[in-house]
């Protein structure tokens, strides 16, 4: 594994929290926001309920939930959120 990230040819973003091992071999590292910060559904277990939980706290910095991350990237790739596929272009 450490050999496959060494690489020179591969360029690798990684979100995490913290500064991992897995995380030093990334290009750019995007920082997350923790289950504190983001609003979710949570599904419970064995039962038909679920709960929602806003987040409490502002993130930190320019840390973002990873839904967030991951439209920005879909935008700026030409995705659309509808059809999560590239948008045709003139």
Same mark, same amino acid.
């Given at each position: ?6 690489? %020179? ?21 995007? %920082? ?14 064995? /039962? ?9 706290? %502002?993130? /930190?910095?320019?840390? /973002?939930? @990873? ?18 596929? %590239?948008?045709?272009? @003139?």
């Amino acid at each position: 594994m450490r050999r496959g990230l060494a690489r %020179p040819d591969i360029f690798s973003v990684g979100i995490e929290l913290t500064m991992t091992e897995s995380m030093t071999h990334c290009d750019v590292v995007l %920082p997350a926001a923790t289950n504190f910060e983001c609003a979710d559904l949570y599904p419970s277990y064995g /039962l038909s309920l679920a709960t929602a939980r806003g987040g409490g706290d %502002p993130p /930190l910095g320019e840390s /973002l939930p @990873n839904t967030e991350i991951f439209r920005r990237l879909a935008a700026r790739f030409g995705f659309d959120d509808r059809a999560s596929r %590239p948008r045709m272009r @003139n």
